[in-house]
C-alpha cells in the first residue's frame, strides 16, 4: 500500500493528475488504450473538473463506470451525471470510448447482463484488467455498491446488482477492483482520511480492508 499525502484537496488532484498523464502517455507510446474507471459520490467532483481543464489527449482512453444507482441518468442520484456535468461535457472524447452502465432499462438484470457483455467485449479473450480503478469510500467503509458484510465482498463475479433501501445499485466485483493494475483510494478529506485509519484496524468485514494492498494508492490529506 502506497500513500499519497498532502496538505489541501488542490495538491491532491495535482498529484494525482501528474500520475494520470504518466501512466496514459506510457500507454499511448506502447500503441495500448488506457482503460480508467470513474467512481461517483461528491468526493471527485473538482477532481473532474480539473481533469477536463487538463492538458489530456482523451483519444486512447476508455471510459467505465464501477457503480452506479439504478435511475435516470439526468437524475442528481446519478454517477453517470455527475461525471458528464464535470468531466465529459468538458473534453473532446468520442462516444465510442465511453461505457456507461445504461439505466434506462425495464429491468435491472438487463443492465447488469449488458455491462458484463460489455466488458467481457472490450477485454475480448484477455484477462479483466482495468489500467486505473478509481475508488471513493464512504464513512462505512463500502467502495464501488459494495457494503460492509456483503455476500459481495468474497463472491466473485464481473457485474452484479445490490438491493439497498436507498436505491438499487449495479456494482463491478471486488475481484475485478483488485485484478486492476492500478487501484486509486481518493480520501480527499481530513475526515475521510482519518475514517480510513480508524477502518484500517477493523477486519474483513469491511469492504475497502479487501482490496489488494501491493497495487493501492491511497491519496490522502494531511
Same mark, same amino acid.
Given at each position: ?16 493528475? @501528474? ?7 506510457? @500507454?499511448?507510446?506502447?500503441? +495500448? =488504450? ?5 467512481? +461517483? ?17 482523451? @483519444? ?5 463506470? +464501477? ?73 462505512? +467503509? ?26 438499487? =445499485? ?23 482520511? =482519518?475514517?480510513?485509519? =480508524? ?12 482490496? @489488494? ?10
Amino acid at each position: 500500500m502506497k500513500f499519497i499525502k498532502k496538505r489541501n484537496e488542490i495538491s491532491l488532484i495535482t498529484e494525482f493528475i @501528474k500520475i494520470f498523464k504518466k501512466v496514459s502517455v506510457k @500507454k499511448r507510446d506502447q500503441g +495500448g =488504450r488506457l482503460s480508467f474507471v470513474l467512481t +461517483g459520490g461528491p468526493s471527485p467532483k473538482k477532481l473532474y473538473q480539473k481533469l477536463a481543464s487538463s492538458d489530456i489527449n482523451w @483519444k486512447n482512453i476508455d471510459l467505465f463506470w +464501477g457503480d452506479e444507482r439504478f435511475v435516470s441518468k439526468k437524475s442528481i442520484n446519478s454517477n453517470y451525471r455527475l461525471v458528464y456535468d464535470n468531466l465529459l461535457k468538458k473534453i473532446k472524447i468520442n462516444n465510442e470510448n465511453i461505457y456507461p452502465l445504461i439505466t434506462d432499462k425495464s429491468e435491472i438484470k438487463k443492465t447488469v447482463t449488458e455491462y458484463q457483455k460489455s466488458i467481457r467485449r472490450y477485454f475480448k479473450k484477455r484477462k479483466i484488467s482495468f489500467d486505473i480503478f478509481l475508488l471513493g469510500m464512504g464513512n462505512d +467503509g463500502h467502495v464501488a455498491s459494495i457494503f460492509p458484510k456483503s455476500k459481495e465482498i468474497k463472491k466473485k463475479f464481473i457485474v452484479s446488482y445490490v438491493n439497498k433501501k436507498d436505491f438499487k =445499485r449495479i456494482t463491478l466485483g471486488m475481484n475485478i477492483i483488485n485484478n486492476s493494475k492500478n487501484i486509486f483510494l481518493w480520501l480527499n478529506t481530513k475526515k475521510k482520511t =482519518r475514517i480510513f485509519e =480508524r477502518l484500517r484496524k477493523k477486519d474483513k468485514s469491511i469492504p475497502v480492508n479487501n482490496l @489488494k494492498k501491493k497495487k493501492l494508492i491511497c491519496y490522502t490529506i494531511n
